[in-house]
């Protein structure tokens, strides 16, 4: 039985790939067995990087991403955390960052087992902070890596396409971010977790392009905890 200090209503337990994982309402993943915290697509610094480009927006953005993920390895315990890509927004966000989030995203380096999986925005990274830094990384059989691997038989976790669930809620057509995770033969579960950062958009979660990367699987599925408990939304079932 997994303890955290989130409210109950803000995570759901999952299996997957045999393993216990808990999601966050924040869009985290919490693995208890390795004491980690997943989180995906931060894209730290996109504020500054719109604003180069003559789009201002609130300069926060970094902060406010920093902010969320330190309160998840208070309420998880976490002693790792591993990200999966798109860390910045762009390889040259490492230098943007204000003296305040860099003390901050230093402190959490420091204290933690930190491990930098970069992605297409940041595949050439300029600081790694004192952290770890690969293309993917491999624990427990599960494969660890920014954007899902088309065919990929082996479980795996992933980021890159910021999915999320429209709903219509009381009245109101509401898009919440989920993961989508795919389930295959011999406990070859896939999942794409949710983009972490303030600033992320996000792709609905039945786009083709989210289901093919996910084949080949017998069922793919939305998820996002809701009231403590891990709600499903079918987006693919294999034909019978």
């Not at 059989?141 to 795996?156: D, F, S, Y």
Request: hydrophobic share 40%; aromatic share 8%; net charge negative.
């Amino acid at each position: 039985m997994v303890h955290l200090s989130f409210a109950p209503s803000d995570f759901a337990a999952m299996q997957f790939a045999g393993e216990e994982m808990v999601l966050l309402k924040n869009n985290a993943l919490y693995w208890p067995r390795e004491s980690a915290l997943l989180v995906a697509d931060l894209h730290l610094e996109k504020g500054s990087f719109y604003a180069q480009h003559g789009q201002m927006l609130p300069p926060y953005d970094s902060r406010e991403t920093l902010e969320r993920l330190a309160d998840s390895v208070k309420a998880t315990g976490a002693r790792r955390v591993i990200t999966l890509g798109d860390n910045f927004h762009d390889d040259d966000g490492t230098h943007r960052l204000d003296p305040y989030a860099a003390g901050m995203l230093e402190s959490l380096t420091r204290a933690l087992d930190w491990v930098w999986i970069t992605g297409n925005h940041d595949e050439n990274m300029q600081r790694s902070f004192g952290a770890q830094l690969t293309e993917e990384l491999e624990i427990g059989g599960i494969v660890l890596r920014h954007e899902a691997k088309a065919g990929e038989t082996q479980p795996e976790l992933s980021g890159h396409y910021h999915p999320k669930m429209r709903l219509r809620v009381r009245g109101r057509h509401i898009a919440r971010p989920c993961g989508v995770v795919s389930r295959g033969e011999a406990r070859a579960d896939r999942m794409i977790l949710p983009a972490f950062g303030a600033y992320t958009g996000g792709m609905d979660a039945d786009d083709p392009v989210i289901l093919d990367a996910l084949k080949p699987a017998s069922q793919i599925d939305a998820v996002l905890p809701a009231k403590g408990k891990l709600v499903s939304f079918a987006l693919f079932r294999e034909a019978a």
